[in-house]
């Protein structure tokens, strides 16, 4: 499944020509480092790979073992419960598509004392290294991409790389207020503002002290954040076939027809009315958001692809949603009893936003919903009924995303979901093939997939 979708591949060949050899899928072998390209070349290539990254295989994994989707036929019926080999894993898309023209980029928009780009870039690089690192833990970063000074890059703690990426964040806000200009028509994301990369960058943040259970920074992170639905980070795409769609559309609908479904969808459960699971109660009705995200009925459910899932459809990679979610999580984890107004305050600013864009019905929560008796408590104390009500609409708002399979292990599957087989959830993705077969530095042993990252041990 290793497919170049989007305007990437027209970049590609346009970058490198015709010299796409296996070595190419390497990345401690990267020959066709394109110093020579345009700049703004560079910069569509990269944000076109980081669109592939969050909208790959990756997250159609992350999505079963979730139980938001079902894996149903063929190999996907037997991903779902788990049965996966270290082929179906890739750091191509990562460290070649999205970092390597980073880097390159980075080197051209310094030269001409352009910060603004640098900064842009560096966030870029930021968020694909966190990615990786919260799926893999251990990762090459310093010595990645670095062929052929370094043949076999180091591996860096998960920690360490976690560490390395706020500093990276850092760099890129302070280099974001600087001098130059985000070309637009190089920004596929915000069209060269970079007042909202400086807010990705926040909510990025945010996102990875929450990794690594740094409550305090993540609400202080949080707060400079994606202050609004529209400055989510979303993909764009069109309707031309296996070129600019939806790559979820692309799968569902012309790769893999059938193969990903709904049928046995936790998520689906929590938003049809008909079901036990229900999560609406008299100031929620998800009749709406249930409707864009799926269709059919129980036991027969599919995933809608004349909606959230259309070929046209964005999809996000870094959210207002999950920037508040976030700090409401973050607040809590501080202090279960003295954050619980600052933590609702947070939540009902995700249902007023979910309103917004689904429709329904999200009323403000006040306190006393979670009190006993309330309709929000969960038949613990209030703080604990609060939390699970912002981590479930967490679960529920990152529909298809990463970061709720972070959050399952992170949290040691804090919704009490059901495993489609054994008792363990999955706790990470396995090194890739092409990556044991060719680095020596790769972690020995080798980790299995139930054996859970440094940061959640």
């Known amino acids: 499944m290793k497919k170049i979708n989007f305007i990437y591949l027209f970049v590609v060949l346009a970058l490198f020509g015709t010299a796409c050899t296996d070595d190419f899928e390497e990345i401690n072998t990267s020959?066709?480092?394109?110093?020579?390209?345009?700049?703004?070349?560079?910069?569509i290539a990269s944000q076109v790979s980081i669109m592939g990254v969050y909208e790959s295989e990756d997250a159609r994994l992350a999505s079963m073992w979730t139980r938001q989707f079902t894996?149903?036929?063929?190999?996907?019926?037997?991903y779902h419960v788990y049965s996966v080999t270290s082929e179906v894993f890739s750091f191509f898309n990562t460290y070649i598509g999205a970092i390597q023209p980073a880097l390159d980029a980075e080197v051209k928009a310094a030269e001409i004392n352009n910060t603004k780009v640098v900064g842009m870039l560096k966030v870029m690089r930021a968020m694909t290294y966190g990615y990786m690192a919260s799926l893999y833990g251990d990762i090459p970063m310093m010595e990645a991409n670095s062929y052929p000074e370094i043949q076999n890059p180091a591996y860096q703690g998960q920690a360490a790389v976690y560490a390395a990426v706020q500093t990276m964040l850092d760099e890129g806000i302070s280099d974001l207020a600087g001098a130059g200009g985000i070309p637009a028509s190089a920004d596929i994301f915000f069209g060269g503002d970079s007042d909202a990369w400086t807010e990705v960058a926040y909510s990025l943040k945010a996102r990875y002290y929450l990794h690594t259970g740094q409550?305090?920074?993540?609400?202080?992170?949080?707060?400079?954040?994606?202050?609004?639905?529209?400055?989510?980070?979303?993909?764009v795409h069109g309707t031309s076939v296996s070129a600019n769609q939806n790559s979820w559309y692309d799968f569902l609908v012309i790769q893999r027809d059938g193969y990903l479904r709904a049928t046995d969808s936790y998520l689906a459960e929590l938003l049809d009315s008909t079901q036990v699971n229900y999560r609406g109660n008299a100031k929620t009705d998800e009749g709406e958001r249930f409707n864009d995200i799926f269709v059919g009925t129980a036991g027969d459910y599919d995933l809608n692809i004349d909606s959230m899932f259309a070929a046209s459809a964005s999809f996000p990679l870094v959210s207002f949603y999950e920037t508040r979610l976030i700090a409401a999580e973050a607040l809590l984890n501080q202090n279960l009893t003295a954050n619980q107004a600052a933590a609702l305050a947070e939540l009902n600013a995700v249902r007023a936003a979910v309103e917004s864009e689904f429709g329904g019905r999200y009323d403000a929560y006040v306190l006393a919903d979670f009190a006993a008796g309330g309709i929000a408590n969960n038949g613990g104390s209030p703080g604990a009924s609060l939390l699970e009500e912002i981590l479930e609409e967490k679960y529920v708002s990152l529909v298809g995303q990463v970061e709720v399979f972070n959050d399952l292990r992170r949290l040691d599957n804090p919704l009490g979901l059901a495993t489609t087989n054994g008792s363990r959830f999955p706790e990470r993705f396995l090194y890739p093939t092409d990556e044991v077969n060719s680095n020596d530095n790769v972690p020995n042993p080798l980790p299995g997939l139930f054996d859970p990252t440094p940061v959640n041990q």
């Open 31 to 43: 020959p066709n480092s394109a110093t020579d390209a345009p700049l703004n070349s560079l910069i």
């Open 71 to 78: 894996g149903f036929e063929r190999q996907y019926a037997s």
């Open 215 to 235: 409550n305090a920074e993540a609400v202080a992170a949080a707060a400079n954040g994606i202050s609004s639905t529209t400055n989510d980070m979303l993909t």
